[in-house]
């Protein structure tokens, strides 16, 4: 993917499994409206690619139209004329999806014979088994599956995801190599990836199987149907009777006889088909299996039929549910809960890293560093994360030196604003002139009296003292409450 088709390895991968139809059975369609709205807000906010299985019905198709109205939408905001033309860069939308090559109505076009080729959707065919590739996905895969049973896709797309998870030429938030980082911190290489699970059926049990053996995260939409309802109910069976006990007795008096009745209600011709039916049954309860049996909580479950469930905030969801399965490394804490950290500044998500990350530290023994405070400071919309950093204890007259304060204006992303407006038509520098050495005691201290009347507010010496000597012309809180004005 990288050689052939130039692509950048994301900062996340969302693996979308679904089965081959309609989702019929989610009913409440204000909860795909708002699915659909946050997976396309989380898309905006971080590097992400989006796997589904390509066709064009059912989730997938789902998908293909929010990104096909997200791309719309960007368009037009770069439009000349539009008033709000100037925005923050926002990240590619990337939607893979990888599909088996018997099940495409045009299989034969596909050959390999041409290098561009030209296809026109004219209606899925299920009776056959015969589906279209979705026209709003950016990238495709198509698998030639010659396996007995057909589980060579389930195979090749864990051979996919567990290479992504594993790949050390990712790029990290600040630029560096993960590898470089993660040889620096001790911690192991891993890119965030995570399967959510929507409906479902029997030829996507063997893959999550393999998926959770693999020791990787699972997202269940419970109320969406299918294998995902089936998941969810033998999840809250086996949880109820205690987290860390798994009662063999209870599995097999109770739980598997349940959930064979419920798949002959859902699929009647499994009552003549015994063998396919425990085999389905079978490794429901093993998924569940692996997901208890780990010290990691791998599986989360969403009830999209709550009250409180709100998939706007499907970003946080997925947050969650990662690092609910990450493994503990009391040796490595601090590492892990910069990373953390970094994940969720990212993905501009304050709340989890309020009640994920800094809960896990209740003592305040983690600082966030200057790195990490000046990136919430870069970045568009982060205001709430300076604010927390603040509220734990950072010391921004300890962070903001001369330098420091002329690069965050040279680096800003909203850079027209401060060009237009100030630098341009309160200043009158040209465009093309560049921000001088003597920036902070001239034209910074220029504006801030011209538009406040306070005279020589900033002073490059007092700043350089304040930072590096820690030598005050007041005291240390005088000093913080105006390095926190200037940043202001």
Not at 132 to 138: G, R, Y
Request: glycine content about 6%; some cysteine.
């Amino acid at each position: 993917m990288q050689s052939s088709w130039h692509m950048n390895l994301p900062s996340f991968v969302l693996l979308v499994v679904s089965h081959s139809g309609p989702l019929s059975q989610w009913t409440p369609t204000r909860q795909l409206d708002n699915f659909k709205q946050g997976l396309i807000k989380a898309a905006n906010t971080t590097d992400m690619w989006i796997v589904t299985n390509g066709l064009n019905l059912g989730m997938s198709k789902e998908i293909g139209d929010a990104v096909r109205l997200e791309l719309l939408r960007r368009r037009a905001l770069r439009c000349h004329k539009h008033p709000s033309r100037n925005r923050a860069r926002v990240p590619p939308l990337t939607l893979v999806g990888i599909v088996r090559e018997d099940t495409l109505m045009y299989a034969h076009c596909l050959d390999g014979r041409q290098s561009v080729v030209q296809l026109e959707n004219e209606g899925n065919r299920p009776e056959e088994n015969k589906f279209e590739l979705n026209p709003d996905h950016s990238h495709y895969i198509v698998v030639r599956d010659d396996t007995v049973n057909r589980t060579g896709l389930g195979y090749f797309t864990l051979k996919l995801e567990q290479s992504m998870a594993t790949d050390l030429t990712t790029d990290s938030l600040d630029g560096t190599s993960k590898a470089t980082e993660a040889s620096m911190d001790g911690l192991p290489v891993e890119l965030p990836l995570l399967s959510l699970l929507v409906a479902g059926d029997i030829t996507c049990v063997r893959f999550l199987h393999d998926h959770l053996k693999r020791q990787m995260p699972l997202v269940v939409l419970e109320g969406s149907g299918g294998l995902a309802d089936l998941l969810a109910f033998a999840y809250h069976q086996v949880q109820r009777r205690g987290t860390r006990v798994w009662d063999a007795e209870f599995v097999e008096t109770f739980l598997k006889p349940e959930l064979s009745s419920t798949l002959c209600e859902l699929c009647p011709s499994y009552r003549e088909n015994p063998l396919a039916r425990n085999f389905f049954r079978d490794k429901i309860v093993e998924c569940i299996w692996l997901a208890c049996q780990q010290q990691r909580a791998l599986l989360t479950v969403v009830d999209i039929r709550s009250q409180a469930c709100n998939l706007a905030d499907i970003d946080e969801v997925l947050l969650k549910a990662v690092f609910k399965a990450q493994r503990p490394n009391e040796q490595l804490w601090h590492k892990q809960m910069r990373k953390d950290l970094l994940l969720t500044l990212d993905w501009n998500c304050p709340h989890v890293a309020m009640s994920e990350v800094f809960l896990k530290d209740p003592s305040c023994k983690f600082q966030v560093d200057r790195d990490i405070f000046e990136l919430a400071l870069l970045r568009p919309g982060r205001e709430e994360f300076v604010r927390l950093f603040l509220d734990r204890g950072f010391q921004v007259h300890r962070y903001l030196t001369p330098r420091r304060l002329k690069q965050l204006f040279q680096r800003v992303q909203h850079e027209e604003f401060f060009r237009s407006l100030c630098w341009e038509g309160v200043l009158g520098h040209g465009l093309s002139s560049k921000i001088g050495k003597h920036f902070v005691e001239n034209e910074l201290n220029w504006l801030i009296s011209t538009l406040a009347g306070l005279q020589n507010f900033v002073d490059p010496q007092e700043l350089s003292m304040n930072a590096a000597l820690g030598i005050y012309t007041q005291d240390p809180c005088a000093a913080e409450r105006k390095a926190v004005v200037v940043l202001s």
